[in-house]
């Protein structure tokens, strides 16, 4: 797949057929193999060991130490802990280093591009109705650690009381590890050449959205994040760096574990898309019912039958589904009943087996629709930046 070129027309080879290569995928492919050598993040920065913020190196650091996965050095100073890190080049700091550590008030104007843009819409459709709305810029783990408070502000907390104890246990409607990862994968592997890039957080009445700019590379498509893959971020460093700290636990499972803490939660698995320019990564909000599932005729007592039944492996004994359902406002026994008859006309449950083995399951059509995941990990970890 090497960018062949034959009177100055590209060409790839595809199984017996040759066929001409498009503009658009002989530039990815040439950048490619360029990227080894000659990519952004380990370029000389123009900023000065001054221009870092210190504090955040050394926080950095002691994480990484604590984890265990670098060993205590000989020496504390800045430089010398970046140069540990593969930062500095010479006496030069790297790119990479300044998204990673730059002070916020630094980055201006060489490095307009360490930005994330972050709002809450009232109602399902950007601009509609703005609640709220900032623009920041920072390194990368201020611009981590701002997204994940905005999202705490702006999504609903449940609260559960432990009867045993004085413990109060307080969980978002959408998992902080989830959305941590998402913002995590958007640092690690976004484009970071052109100035007028961005990580951006909007929420809507119906879901978080998580975008970065630049698309997947190396060959691999969404369906391959959802399977077991060698990690190959686009920033090597960046990301190396994010998981010495422990903002990310593995590379290359990230988006599996992921999926796996929403789906713990009862809610639809998140959806990606890759536009080409931009990845997309969608969190559905808890009672909400996806665009897709709505034009498709489903109801909001629908959406939650069927997220019991995706939280229980994809089938329930109907006292079980019943048990697990009613507890929503406004859902009868009766409800469940008539909800499962019109979600079987609509060919997204079936019942199975017979007498006490009798259960309700999700067709193929329902868990292609829910984006039920194929490859789901053995474990997780919880991580924390601090």
Not at 19 to 27: D, G, L, N, P, T
Not at 32 to 45: G, L, V
Not at 285 to 305: C, I, N, T, Y
Request: proline residues 5%.
């Amino acid at each position: 797949y090497r960018p062949y070129r034959y009177k100055g027309v590209a060409y790839k080879r595809i199984g017996a057929v040759t066929a001409v290569m498009s503009r658009e995928e002989y530039e990815r492919l040439f950048l490619e193999q360029m990227h080894t050598s000659d990519r952004w993040e380990i370029e000389p920065a123009t900023l000065a060991p001054d221009d870092l913020d210190h504090a955040e190196i050394a926080r950095a650091l002691d994480d990484a130490v604590r984890r265990g996965r670098v060993s205590e050095p000989l020496s504390r100073d800045p430089l010398d802990l970046l140069r540990g890190l593969g930062l500095v080049k010479g006496e030069r700091i790297l790119n990479a280093g300044a998204v990673l550590f730059a002070r916020s008030e630094r980055l201006l104007p060489d490095y307009p591009q360490c930005l994330v843009k972050l709002a809450r819409f009232h109602g399902t459709i950007r601009g509609e109705s703005i609640a709220d709305e900032r623009q920041l810029h920072g390194n990368a783990f201020t611009l981590l650690r701002q997204a994940e408070e905005f999202c705490r502000t702006h999504l609903p907390v449940a609260t559960r009381l432990d009867p045993s104890s004085m413990i109060r246990h307080d969980q978002p409607e959408i998992p902080v590890l989830a959305l941590r990862e998402a913002l995590a994968n958007a640092i690690s592997h976004r484009e970071y050449s052109t100035a007028a890039g961005s990580i951006s957080v909007f929420i809507y009445d119906d879901r978080v959205e998580v975008a970065s700019i630049g698309g997947l590379h190396f060959g691999l498509s969404v369906d391959d994040l959802l399977r077991p893959h060698e990690s190959q971020p686009w920033n090597p460093l960046i990301a190396g760096a994010l998981y010495r700290r422990g903002v990310v636990d593995s590379l290359g499972s990230g988006i599996q574990r992921m999926i796996r803490i929403v789906e713990a939660t009862r809610i639809l698995p998140p959806t990606i898309i890759d536009t080409g320019t931009s990845v997309l990564v969608t969190f559905h909000r808890r009672g909400a019912v996806p665009a897709h599932l709505r034009d498709r005729g489903v109801s909001r007592e629908g959406m939650a039958v069927l997220q019991e039944l995706l939280a229980a492996g994809t089938s329930l004994p109907l006292r079980d589904l019943i048990a697990a359902t009613n507890v929503n406002p406004g859902m009868s026994d009766r409800t469940i009943r008539e909800e499962l008859q019109r979600l079987r006309r609509l060919e997204l449950v079936e019942p199975g087996g017979t007498g006490r083995a009798a259960r309700w399951v999700l067709t193929e059509a329902a868990k292609d629709l829910l984006g039920v995941a194929r490859h789901r990990p053995t474990s997780m970890s919880s991580t924390s930046v601090t």
